[in-house]
């Protein structure tokens, strides 16, 4: 069982943080939070999008509607 452990025992696993790997950490978040943030408001933009066409196409329906009680069709039988 020591052999297993020897190596962990002499290997240094050290990972020193220097001003170029915080500088990269902090860009890299940046860059996340601005893609969600824009994902967001294209996400709130197509909601928006989605009821303004479902209200133009209610409009539609209710002038064709307005349309075919002013003029109705005559059904004669044979």
Same mark, same amino acid.
């Given at each position: ?38 994902? #967001?408001? *294209? ?5 928006? @999008? +989605?009821? $303004?066409?479902?209200? #133009?196409? *209610? ?5 064709? @509607? +307005?349309? $075919?009680?002013?003029?109705?069709? *005559?059904?004669?039988?044979?």
């Amino acid at each position: 069982m020591i052999l297993l452990f020897s190596y962990v025992k002499y290997s240094e696993a050290s990972f020193p943080m220097t001003g170029q790997y915080t500088a990269l950490l902090l860009i890299t978040s940046v860059i996340w939070v601005l893609l969600w943030v824009g994902y #967001r408001q *294209n996400k709130i933009n197509d909601e928006i @999008k +989605k009821k $303004e066409k479902e209200e #133009r196409i *209610n409009a539609k329906v209710q002038r064709r @509607k +307005k349309l $075919e009680s002013l003029y109705p069709t *005559n059904k004669k039988t044979v």
